[in-house]
């Protein structure tokens, strides 16, 4: 089975070169940008290449750096997304945010396979919840207790997994989506922000998660 993990940064390759995994394995790195746009459409373009190809993917993994709401995901911590939504994706009005599903337009969540989601949080020692996409960091405590009433389950805050969901999803490819927390989601504080960190524990957690991934088959699900 083939996987495709776009990330931010390198820290994904750099797993994969030290825990001597490469072309070989089957899983490609790929850089998609920031934001569910770029990403959804970096992602898409990937997965139809190598469909036409003939080699198509059998998963897409969503792999970087996360806020986590506190004090479910400390800084430094490994996230596994149990659901990847889209939690701006809808409407503002006078009675509150609505979702697109609240709006009758389509759906802002995408399920990865729950097995999947278990054997990873067993290998790698993540947490599971969901992660949520969004186009703007939460950089006020108010936003981020709307977010976490909401959304109840939301152990990180991203901005890239819907959009790559999107376009695994729409080829009927199996996404999973692993984030490493880099900064607590509230007030926006550079200070407290450990990037270096987050991309170290990313990098050792994904040494862990090749072998899950080389291993399972989606069949199992």
Request: hydrophobic share 45%.
């Amino acid at each position: 089975m083939a996987t495709a993990v776009p990330v931010e940064r390198d820290a994904v390759a750099g797993a994969l070169s030290h825990g001597g995994s490469g072309s070989g394995s089957g899983i490609d790195v790929i850089t998609v940008g920031v934001g569910p746009g770029i990403a959804g459409a970096s992602t898409a373009s990937v997965l139809t290449a190598a469909a036409l190809q003939g080699r198509p993917y059998g998963l897409v993994v969503s792999a970087g750096i996360a806020g986590g709401f506190q004090p479910g995901a400390p800084v430094g911590s490994l996230v596994v997304a149990d659901e990847v939504v889209a939690a701006d994706l809808g409407a503002e009005t006078e009675d509150g945010f609505l979702s697109v599903t609240e709006l009758g337009f389509g759906s802002v969540r995408h399920r990865p396979p729950g097995d999947l989601v278990r054997r990873v949080a067993e290998a790698t020692g993540a947490r599971t919840g969901a992660v949520l996409t969004v186009s703007t960091v939460t950089g006020t405590a108010a936003r981020a207790a709307a977010l976490r009433e909401r959304h109840p389950t939301a152990l990180a805050e991203a901005m890239e997994g819907f959009g790559v969901a999107e376009a695994a999803v729409a080829q009927g490819v199996l996404v999973l989506e692993i984030r490493a927390v880099s900064n607590p989601v509230g007030p926006r504080d550079r200070a407290a922000w450990r990037i270096p960190d987050a991309l170290a524990a990313l990098t050792e957690g994904f040494g862990k998660l090749v072998p899950v991934l080389e291993s399972w088959n989606r069949h199992d699900s």
